[in-house]
């Protein structure tokens, strides 16, 4: 059964990401959080996923650590900018994606809504790995997936459960 | 059909300058400035300006606009120039209020509206030439928009591009390229391009 996170520990861990990114030297900003919408601070507002996507790669080249949080919507309407950016393109991006409307008593791959059953569906698809934040103690796997989209130079996905507190 | 025979694209300036022209001239002046070309400007680019600060948006047309605009969150101390189209701005028309929202100061935005999407054909984008991009810019918020006509008035105003405080959108009223990426294929992969300018970028 998934338990909502809370936003503390996402953000805890997002900054625990950036001083590792950076080798523990200190930085203004630490990090970067392109989100569609806007819900961080330290974070740029981008009106669309694509956008979002090509943001990051300039980030990525010019040194700057960053995160992605998107919707599963947000995905599907980006998914051609993910394949040129992260996949063809060979950037590391590391994507939160919310699932709004998941049921709580279902898998996602069996939810009556569209959005959030098909959404690791597309992710396998497109060979982009990733996990199910489903509770508190699966914060870690927001660092692991970090690091695995810069070891593998392409995109990597935690997906959020439930809905923050 | 042939550019120019469509009745809707009666706002087609008479005298477009050549989009070539502007590109030598951006160089001769560009300093260490980081430029994003896309589309038919990327081939005559990579002539002009081979192995450079310089990276092509290529793989995901319409994104150079918010590729620029992380290329100048990144670097705040160096100028970025982006190369747009209309038609790609027009794939990512939120860009203008993403990127007037950021207020980065060095980034210059530059369209090279020719009214048409020319590498698949040159069809008429939607509106054709009559889009008035200066206006989106300014609603969305840059601190200056405005467009260009005639090569004095560029060659007038080139220093501007490098030193205005941004986001700057100019709208350049140019024709068709010589070259597009289907009749001239060829240069860097992107992704190599990325780890190039990341070197050169992060030492």
Same mark, same amino acid.
């Not at chain 1, 990114?21 to 669309?48: N, Y």
């Given at each position: 059964?998934?338990?909502?996170?809370?936003?503390?520990?996402?953000?805890?861990?997002?900054?625990?990401?950036?001083?590792?990114?950076?080798?523990?030297?200190?930085?203004e900003p630490l990090g970067w959080v392109l989100?569609?919408?806007?819900?961080?601070?330290? =974070?740029?507002?981008?009106?669309?996923?694509?956008?979002?996507?090509?943001?990051?790669?300039?980030?990525?080249?010019?040194?700057?650590?960053?995160?992605?949080?998107?919707?599963?919507?947000?995905?599907?309407?980006?998914?051609?900018?993910?394949?040129?950016?992260?996949?063809?393109?060979?950037?590391?991006?590391?994507?939160?994606?919310?699932?709004?409307?998941?049921?709580?008593?279902?898998?996602?791959?069996?939810?009556?809504? =569209?959005?959030?059953?098909?959404?690791?569906?597309?992710?396998?698809t497109f060979g982009v790995p990733h996990a199910?934040?489903?509770?508190?103690?699966?914060?870690?796997?927001?660092?692991?997936?970090?690091?695995? =989209?810069?070891?593998?130079?392409?995109?990597?996905?935690?997906?959020?459960?439930?809905?923050?507190? | 059909?042939?550019?120019?025979?469509?009745?809707?694209?009666?706002?087609?300036?008479?005298?477009?300058?050549?989009?070539?022209?502007?590109?030598?001239?951006?160089?001769?002046?560009?300093?260490?400035?980081?430029?994003?070309?896309?589309?038919?400007?990327?081939?005559?680019?990579?002539?002009?300006?081979?192995?450079?600060?310089?990276?092509?948006?290529?793989?995901?047309?319409?994104?150079?606009?918010?590729?620029?605009?992380?290329?100048?969150?990144?670097?705040?101390?160096?100028?970025?120039?982006?190369?747009?189209?209309?038609?790609?701005?027009?794939?990512?028309?939120?860009?203008?209020?993403?990127?007037?929202?950021?207020?980065?100061?060095?980034?210059?935005?530059?369209?090279?509206?020719?009214?048409?999407?020319?590498?698949?054909?040159?069809?008429?984008?939607?509106?054709?030439?009559?889009?008035?991009?200066?206006?989106?810019?300014?609603?969305?918020?840059?601190?200056?928009?405005?467009?260009?006509?005639?090569?004095?008035?560029?060659?007038?105003?080139?220093?501007?591009?490098?030193?205005?405080?941004?986001?700057?959108?100019?709208?350049?009223?140019?024709?068709?390229?010589?070259?597009?990426?289907?009749?001239?294929?060829?240069?860097?992969?992107?992704?190599?391009?990325?780890?190039?300018?990341?070197?050169?970028?992060?030492?």
């Amino acid at each position: 059964m998934p338990e909502s996170v809370p936003a503390s520990l996402i953000l805890d861990a997002y900054k625990e990401i950036f001083r590792e990114a950076r080798g523990g030297r200190p930085s203004e900003p630490l990090g970067w959080v392109l989100s569609v919408p806007d819900t961080h601070q330290k =974070s740029v507002l981008a009106a669309t996923e694509d956008e979002a996507n090509a943001i990051a790669a300039g980030l990525w080249i010019g040194g700057e650590p960053c995160i992605l949080m998107i919707q599963h919507a947000g995905l599907y309407a980006s998914i051609n900018t993910l394949r040129g950016v992260a996949i063809d393109g060979k950037v590391p991006i590391f994507y939160m994606i919310g699932l709004l409307q998941r049921e709580r008593d279902k898998d996602p791959r069996d939810s009556r809504h =569209s959005m959030v059953r098909w959404c690791e569906p597309l992710l396998d698809t497109f060979g982009v790995p990733h996990a199910r934040l489903e509770g508190p103690d699966d914060v870690h796997l927001i660092a692991k997936y970090f690091k695995l =989209s810069r070891e593998r130079r392409g995109p990597a996905a935690v997906l959020v459960g439930l809905e923050t507190m | 059909m042939k550019r120019g025979d469509d009745p809707r694209r009666a706002a087609e300036p008479v005298t477009a300058m050549k989009p070539e022209e502007l590109l030598k001239l951006i160089a001769g002046a560009r300093g260490d400035a980081i430029c994003v070309p896309t589309m038919t400007t990327a081939p005559e680019w990579r002539d002009i300006a081979p192995d450079d600060l310089s990276i092509s948006c290529v793989g995901f047309m319409g994104g150079a606009s918010s590729l620029g605009l992380g290329l100048a969150l990144a670097n705040p101390k160096r100028r970025v120039i982006v190369f747009d189209g209309d038609g790609s701005l027009l794939m990512q028309l939120g860009s203008l209020a993403t990127i007037a929202g950021a207020g980065p100061r060095n980034l210059t935005h530059l369209l090279f509206k020719n009214g048409v999407y020319h590498t698949s054909g040159a069809q008429n984008i939607p509106g054709g030439f009559d889009v008035d991009f200066v206006l989106m810019a300014k609603g969305a918020g840059y601190r200056t928009a405005y467009a260009i006509h005639e090569i004095d008035e560029f060659k007038r105003r080139l220093p501007s591009l490098f030193r205005d405080e941004g986001p700057l959108f100019v709208e350049l009223h140019t024709g068709l390229a010589d070259k597009t990426p289907m009749t001239a294929r060829g240069g860097t992969p992107f992704p190599d391009q990325v780890d190039h300018l990341r070197k050169k970028l992060t030492g």
